[in-house]
C-alpha cells in the first residue's frame, strides 16, 4: 500500500489502499503467512500477534464466511447474523452535526467517513480491529477500511495501541507478480513511511527492485517522514471486549466468546442433515425390477428403490420409513443460540426462537437481557465515536501537512445516537416541556438537549434564541 509521497509539486500524494480502486489483492491464510515472511525480510520485523491469536483471526473470518469444515454445515451463517444484526442496531439512528461555519472540505471528509462506516464497524466486529486510512482527494479526505486480517501489527504498546504495522499491495505487470510492501512507524517526530517494492519469485520474495519499476510506484520515494501526524496515521476502530484467547492487548471478535457454540451449531446442523437423509423413505426391491431396459434407463428410481439379490425369498417390495429425531436436534440448537445470546449481551429471541408459554420467563429475566443488550449496542456506539474523534484529528494532522485548508484541529461533529434499545427519547422530551410549561426549566436548555448544542456560557443560549425562538428569544 503506498504512503503520502512527493508529487510534481512539491506537494505529498497519498496512494491507494485496500477499498480503493487499484490491483490491492486481499491475501488470505497462506497469503497471510506470505504478508508475515515478507515484512520480515523486507524490514527485519515480524507480527508481534501470538500463534494462538493468528490462528483465531483465521477461524474468525472462516466463521463469517462460511468457509467448510470437517462434520460441520456453515450454511446458517450465525457469525454474518451477528454481525448484521448489531451493525443494523449501532447505526440505525446515526446522524453527525458540525456547526453551521464548518468548511466545506470538513463537511465531505466527515461524509466520507460516514459512507465507511457500516464497512468499518463489520470489519471490526468480524476481526476485532479495523483501521482506517484516510486518503486525500479533491481537498478532502476519503477514508478505506482495512480488515484485520490485510495488515500486520509490527509493534503495540502496553494500551494494544499500534506503534508499526505492515501491509502489502500486490501488481501483475507482464506476467511478472510484485510486492509493493509498507511500513508505517510512529515516532516522537511523526509518522515514518518505509517503502519496498520486490518482484516476487513464485511463493518467495525475490529481489528488491527500483520503485520507478512499475508505473503506478514511479513517484514513491523509500522514505518519508510525516512531521507532527501522531501514531500510524490510521484511525483504529476496536471492539470493547477483553481478550479472551491468549489475554493479550489485542482485539478479539465480537462473537470470540461464542465461538465453541458457533462450531457446535454447525456440528448440530450437519447431524440435522443427515437425520434427514437417512429418514428418507426407502423401497427394497429385488434386483431384477432394477436392471436398465435396452436404452440403458432403469425402470425404478435409485434414490428410491434399493436392489437386493434375486434370492426367492427377498422377491417383492418391501417399505422402510424409519422415525425422524429432528425434535431433538432442533431443541438442541435452540439451546446453543440462547447460550450465544447469553455470552455476546444479546437479547433473547435476537439468534433463537422466543420461548413458548410453556416455557415462562420472569419480567427480571426478561429485562435483563434487554438491559445486556442495550449495553451492547452502546458500547459499540462509543467505540465508534472514539474512532471518528481519531479520523478527524488525523484529518487536520494530515491536513497541515499537505496544505490542506478548511481542515481545523477543533474539528469533532457532535454525534446522535437516536433513542437506544431502552432509552426513550420521545417520552423524555414530552416532560422537558412540560417542565417548560410549568416554568420549571428555561426552553434554551430543553432546545439545547434536544438538539444537543453547546450551552454552558450565556453567548451559547443567546445563540440558541436566536436560531430557535424567534421574536420570544430577542426579547429575553
Known sequence: MCGPQPGENGSLREGRGPGMPGPYRVAMKKGEDDLQSYLEQAFGKSDVTSVKMRAAVREWFDLYYGVPRAGEDAAPRVAALIVGKLCRTVFAEYETRLPPEAPDPLRRSLSALNAAAKTAMQYALVGGECLLKPVPRDGAFDFAAIRRDCYVPLARDAHGSLLAVGTMERHSVDGRQYALLERRTAGADGLTIETRLFELNGQTLGRCVPLATLPACAELVPQLVLPGVQGVGLAVLKTPLMNCVDGSPDAVSIYAPAAGL???????????????ANGASRVFASEDLLRPDAQGRRALQDDLFVGLPDDPANVGVTVYSPTLREGSYLARKQDLLRGCESLLGLR??????VETPAE??????????????????????????????????????LGAVYGLDGLPQTAAPAIDWGDGVLYDRARIWAEQRELVDAGLLRPELALAWYFDLPH????????????????????Q
Do not use: K
Open 262 to 276: 458457533l462450531h457446535a451449531l454447525a456440528r448440530c446442523e450437519e447431524q440435522l442433515n443427515a437425520e434427514f
Open 348 to 353: 433473547r429471541g435476537i439468534l433463537s426462537e
Open 360 to 397: 415462562p420467563r420472569t419480567a427480571t429475566e426478561i429485562a435483563a437481557t434487554s438491559v445486556d443488550y442495550d449495553l451492547t449496542i452502546r458500547d459499540l456506539q462509543s467505540a465508534w465515536t472514539d474512532t471518528v474523534q481519531q479520523a478527524m484529528a488525523l484529518c487536520s494532522a
Open 456 to 475: 454552558e456560557t450565556e453567548a451559547e443560549l443567546a445563540e440558541i434564541r436566536r436560531r430557535f425562538m424567534g421574536d420570544a428569544g430577542r426579547a
